[in-house]
């Protein structure tokens, strides 16, 4: 009877407490999660006296607005967005457009985002616009779908940029004087890829190039003719459609900005006569082996060598142009153009601070019509040559934008040139 009694009197005193307890239930995809809560006593006017009501309405101001956008930015968030973009947009330069106003966007995501083991894909969108008349856009990005057994490279854009051109073969870009051209670019390449093994793919390529040249007839030094001495017998206006095969072979932990791995790339193209204005059915070979090491926790030493070869009657469109964003930057991308090119480049990276990182890079290329000798002399003085070889070194400051997305400001200096670029992504 004492212990009905006492049993009585302590359900007498929870009893009230556990009817004011709600407990609720929360469901998220496959998780469930239950739990209970207990409302807090109501406070009286005197323990709320000189405590200011949170106004839940209040906002940060702009500036506020846009620290907290950037400094969020380089979180990886693609496993809770399907898309995980951020813009950035201002001044630019670089020594091929000079000063201009420009728009980058950059993004990650995952096809499958249950997978942590595949890196996330990405993807760039890059406009600009100067008031010489210059501007580009274009999208550009990696897409590696379900368990990285397939991938997807493409790259779009439309340009329109005044430019210098120099002619053809080392001898024009070194010692003939330039003249101005405007250039009208639309340019689609795509590759498909495939895995066959570890590491190893295969695939095909797919390239659609339209250039017109505009107004070369202006700047023509006097006692020199556009056609005999510039364009070689050359038309102005060139429209190309390649189908290649492509080999690949990447271990790189993230293409973007690889801290380790290797990538061999081998490709061959046949630009049919019938898909396109050029006079005979052309091809081109090209190959990229690079590599990536840390030499400590902060440091990635990075190594590229690249060479493009293209048939005798490529029109100088689509020949080899040396220099540019992403090879031998010291140079005016096209000041050494060729059917031939080789280049080399190795390259320090090295955190900093937090999200700040610094470059230091070396580099080596040329430009050849082929080994030689020929009966032509014009085309012996084309061929290839060790004294020819043009060197650059540079420095250069990264700003983590994305999750190990950078953005680089590069100052190269090579042979009688000099190149600045504000680029997203590494150069290799």
């Known amino acids: 009877m004492k212990k009905s009694l006492l049993l009585l009197l302590f359900l007498g005193l929870v009893g009230p407490l556990w009817a004011q307890q709600d407990r609720q239930t929360l469901v998220r995809e496959s998780d469930t999660l239950t739990y209970t809560y207990v409302p807090l006593e109501p406070m009286d006017s005197e323990m709320l006296e000189g405590v200011e009501p949170a106004d839940s309405t209040a906002k940060p101001g702009f500036l506020k607005r846009v620290v907290n956008y950037f400094a969020e930015a380089n979180v990886d968030r693609t496993f809770e967005k399907k898309l995980d973009f951020t813009f950035i947009g201002g001044p630019s330069y670089s020594s091929d457009t000079k000063l201009s106003i420009g728009v980058m966007g950059a993004g990650l995501y995952r096809t499958d985002r249950t997978d942590s083991l595949t890196p996330p894909s990405d993807v760039t969108l890059f406009g600009s616009a100067s008031i010489t008349g210059f501007y580009v856009l274009g999208i550009r990005g990696n897409t590696l779908f379900k368990h990285d057994k397939n991938r997807l490279t493409y790259r779009v854009s439309f340009a329109s940029r005044p430019l210098d051109y120099w002619g053809v073969g080392y001898n024009d870009g070194a010692h003939k004087p330039h003249i101005d051209y405007t250039e009208k670019l639309t340019r689609v ?30 700047h023509v030094p006097e006692g020199m003719s ?145 080994i030689g000798p020929y009966e032509d002399s014009w085309m012996n003085e084309r061929s290839f040559s060790w004294s020819q070889i043009l060197p650059e070194v540079g420095l250069g400051l990264r700003w983590e934008f994305k999750k190990r997305v950078n953005i680089r400001f590069d100052f190269g200096v090579g042979k009688d040139s000099t190149g600045f670029i504000v680029q997203i992504n590494e150069a290799f």
């Open 189 to 218: 390449e795509a590759t498909y890829l495939h895995l066959v093994a570890k590491g190893f793919y295969v695939g095909a390529d797919l390239r659609l190039h339209y250039i017109k040249g505009k107004n070369f007839d202006r």
């Open 226 to 370: 556009l056609e005999r001495d510039y364009l070689y017998g050359m038309r102005q206006e060139y429209l190309s459609t390649g189908l290649g095969v492509v080999a690949q072979y990447d271990t790189r932990d993230f293409a973007p900005n690889a801290y380790k791995g290797v990538y061999i790339k081998a490709g061959a193209m046949i630009l049919p006569k019938g898909l396109g204005t050029v006079s005979e059915t052309l091809w081109k070979f090209d190959f990229t082996i690079s590599g990536y090491q840390r030499l400590w926790s902060s440091g990635v030493l990075a190594m590229e060598a690249h060479g493009e070869f293209n048939s005798k009657d490529t029109p100088w469109p689509f020949m080899a142009r040396m220099g540019g964003d992403f090879r031998m930057r010291s140079y005016y991308e096209g000041r050494y153009t060729d059917l031939n090119m080789i280049t080399a480049q190795v390259e320090l990276r090295q955190r900093i601070w937090r999200r700040i990182s610094c470059a230091v890079w070396g580099g080596a290329g040329t430009v050849f019509s082929g």
